[in-house]
């Protein structure tokens, strides 16, 4: 679907075409919908990564690594070595499935991923409602910032990185509820825009919320359990040290 703009284009009013410009509030579900999404994805990766490559080492020693209890003990053997080199691959593994769900899914016929499917949500280009092409879509998820969780990773910046993509995102929502045409800076880089349906129900907004719940309460608990089955019986020797190191 594609859509003429009015003479008034611009305008808070929306594309014309029986379409409007989204808020903000749907879109941010939508992009939660489809961070839960690829973050089971890529936890189901990490912990297949880690047991395969890591195996069962000393995990106690290394989540207590460098405090009070364990007298900031270096790992022997390689087992650091071992968990960084695995985390930055299953970092570009994930950095990398991240950019194709974005900008597959945005230049496809549906124009939406998952998550702006089931609130319905469509991008397209901002001056004509255009489907994009792979290029614009990737300029796109270039200002989105996501590519930035790569080099969150890095034990020396990863703190201060992960600070860094969390204002990202809080000024790309300012810009995108501030902006007529709900353009956040993101947008205007890439000269999109999203759209829904004129005068739409908030029943996308609701069964989104309630995907987005279950998934939350259900899905991620599961991951969690998993993990912990991974740890064994050092899951409880971790927390014993750390409640006599408190």
């Not at 695995?86 to 016929?109: D, H």
Request: charged content about 10%; overall charge neutral.
């Amino acid at each position: 679907m594609t859509w003429a703009p009015p003479p008034s284009y611009g305008a808070p009013t929306g594309p014309g075409g029986g379409l409007e410009f989204a808020g903000v509030g749907g879109r941010f579900v939508a992009w939660l919908l489809d961070g839960v999404l690829l973050g089971v994805v890529g936890a189901v990766i990490s912990w297949v990564m880690f047991l395969v490559v890591v195996g069962t080492g000393d995990w106690t020693t290394f989540f207590l690594n460098g405090s009070s209890a364990t007298g900031g003990t270096i790992l022997d053997d390689g087992f650091i070595g071992r968990v960084f080199i695995v985390s930055l691959v299953v970092g570009i593994i994930t950095t990398g499935i991240n950019l194709a769900y974005f900008v597959l899914q945005w230049s496809s016929r549906a124009r939406a991923t998952f998550g702006m499917r089931l609130l319905g949500l469509e991008l397209g280009n901002a001056a004509d409602g255009r489907t994009l092409d792979r290029g614009q879509a990737f300029k796109r998820w270039l200002a989105m910032g996501e590519w930035a969780s790569l080099l969150a990773i890095v034990p020396a910046i990863g703190g201060l990185v992960s600070l860094a993509q969390l204002a990202w995102y809080l000024v790309l929502m300012i810009t995108t509820a501030n902006n007529p045409r709900r353009q956040g800076l993101h947008d205007q880089y890439a000269g999109t825009a999203v759209v829904q349906p004129a005068g739409k129900s908030n029943n996308g907004l609701i069964i989104g919320c309630l995907v987005l719940f279950v998934l939350v309460v259900i899905v991620l608990p599961l991951v969690s359990i998993v993990a912990l089955v991974f740890l064994g019986g050092q899951v409880e020797t971790i927390l014993s040290t750390v409640g006599e190191s408190v």
